[in-house]
Structure formats: C-alpha cells, structure tokens
C-alpha cells in the first residue's frame, strides 16, 4: 500500500530552520520524482522542490538558496530542509509522489498520484 506520511511542520520566527520529513512506504522512493508543494490559503498549490531519481534536484525560485531537498533511500525518507524562514513561506505542505518515473511537469500536481497528508508551517514574529 502506497502512502506518505509527514512530519516536521511547526511555528517558527522569521529567519528560523524547519526540517520537513516525509517517510513512504509501498513503493521504492527513488525510482520516482518526489516534490514538496505548499498552498497558502486562498493561492495555488505551487511546486516547491522536487527531487528525481538520479538526485537531481530542483527549486522554485523563491526558495533557492534556502531550501535544500535531500532523501536518505536507507529509510526511504525525502526531506525538505527550510533555512532563513519567512512570512511568505507560511503555507501547508505537501510530498508527493509522481505518477509515472519521469513526469512531463515536475511542478504540476497533475503529474502526482499519492499525496502526504499536510504539514503546517508557520512563520511569525
């Protein structure tokens, strides 16, 4: 049975650190694309980070320089290491799992099948 499963979200003060875990379970994690959405309420889900299956990575502008996308295959856990915090980056977030090995659009919530089950994150003075 396929599944993701979060943890990590919190509150936080600007400029903070938050680690975001999300451990799967019912398939091998890198065989497919895994990416980290966000939806702020009111906006779009938006396309965060994703990581592939030779490990390359790959970041929403907005996030570059701060967000770094790892997974550790032994646990078969992708993480979302968030550093320099701010108020924009308040939002639910979501791992996903691709559809297919090698999706068209990393970015679109399309293209994913399996979804974890939200994290808050929250970034307030």
């Known amino acids: 049975q396929v599944q993701l499963v979060e943890s990590g979200g919190g509150l936080v003060q600007p400029g903070e650190s938050l680690r975001l875990s999300c451990l799967a379970s019912g398939f091998r994690l890198e065989s497919y694309v895994i990416t980290w959405f966000r939806q702020a309420p009111g906006k779009e889900r938006e396309g965060v980070s994703s990581i592939i299956s030779d490990g390359r990575t790959y970041y929403v502008d907005s996030v570059k320089g701060r967000f770094t996308i790892s997974r550790d295959n032994a646990k078969n856990t992708v993480y979302l290491q968030m550093n320099s915090l701010t108020p924009e980056d308040t939002a639910v977030y979501y791992c996903?799992?691709?559809?297919?090995?090698?999706?068209?659009?990393?970015?679109?919530?399309?293209?994913?099948?399996?979804w974890g089950q939200g994290s808050q994150v929250t970034v307030s003075s």
């Open positions: 996903a799992k691709s559809k297919v090995l090698r999706p068209t659009f990393r970015f679109s919530p399309l293209e994913y099948d399996y």
